[in-house]
């Protein structure tokens, strides 16, 4: 019997250490983030999009950062993506989210798009002129994504799409978006599509919410749009290795953007520790109050590891399907965490809009639930876990 694939099985390694490179250029980028960090509360409260910082940072190359270079990117490998984020997580954890679009978007359509559509679209992403979004969710299925009822229908010169997508980030402020919808019955039979919001009979809408607002997540209608032949993307029926395999990217990513959100409300709360006395000591002299920073302190660094494990796995072209999924379900809980004893840690100052502590639960809350809930990481790492097993038992 092949006995379930367990950490302790696993020795699996991927050369990994940041070069001289990647350090200089997490600098440049903490940096950058520094100087945005003292905007984020009262960008986040707003719906406005920050066009400007947006386009100094797609200046930059940022937002193509793993793009290969002759598409129009910097060519870097996954891990240098993961210090993008980690350091502008610590600055502004919208800001983050629009890069993390920028790199998703323009990687899907760097990779599958057709010359023309390519062309048309991959420049204006990169330097920062246009927004395209990423369109699964529909209102009736969520976790479930083999459940989407978006239909895709060929037309005599291209495809007519029907359906509608909910919780899409940049759906209420974006160009176009990268749609997921049924060209069969099958269960498998999803295909990906470009669809410009300038075509007729799509209507995109802002779903209203405390956390991600200028980011405009939201809704995008299709009533009987058509598109050219050429706005599939890839082939017909690959939308579901497509999502997998963006996923095993991205969810590491996310994992470093909610830690770097963490890292900035612990050092928060270790300067007020250090400057607050109660009871003629400062409060760090309280074992209650430094032990709960050490642990912290211990777990988010045990998620930082386990982030750049699965990326440099990734650029190692090992599988880190399972590690993905660890980090995308243990980091952005771990740093909920963190930011709620960073709260408690600065008594009521905590809980007022006075410090931005309150507006990171509410990111951090949001995050655990984008591109994959909790429950359906842990279902991935069972998958991973038991497969074998499984497989076993169903030759017997
Ligand atoms: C901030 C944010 C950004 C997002 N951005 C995007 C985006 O850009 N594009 C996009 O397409 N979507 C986006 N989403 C949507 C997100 O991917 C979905 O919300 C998520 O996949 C869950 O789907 P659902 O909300 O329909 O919940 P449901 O699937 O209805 O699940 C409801 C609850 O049941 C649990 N559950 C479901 N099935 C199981 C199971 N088999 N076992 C155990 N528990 C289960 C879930 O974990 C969840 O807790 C975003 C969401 C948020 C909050």
Redesign the pocket.
Known sequence: MTHPDTAQDDLTTAPFTFTEHQQRFATDVRAFADSIAPGYAERAVSEEFFWEIHREIASRGWLGVTLPRELGGMGEPAVTAGLLMENIGSADFNVG?SIF?GICNSGLLGQFATERVRDEWLPAVLSGERLV?????????????RGIQTRAERTADGWRLNGS???????AIGDASIV?ARTGDGPNDISVFLVPFDARGVTPGRIP?R??KP?G?GTVEMEDVVVPEDHLLGEIGTGFSMIAKTFDYTRSLLGLLGYGVATTALRMATDFAVERKTFGQPLYHHQGVSFVVAEELARLEAVRWLAYRALALRDAGLPHTKEAAMVKWLGPRTAFDAVREAVILHGHRGYSDLLPLQQMLL?L????????????Q??IIAREVFGAAKRDATQQ
């Open positions: 989210l679009a979004g990423f369109a699964l969710t529909e209102p009736g299925a969520g976790s479930d994504a997508k909910t919780s899409s980030g940049l759906a997921f919410s956390g991600g980011i997540r990111d809350e949001g995050l655990e639930i984008g591109d994959g809930t909790p429950q359906i842990k279902l």
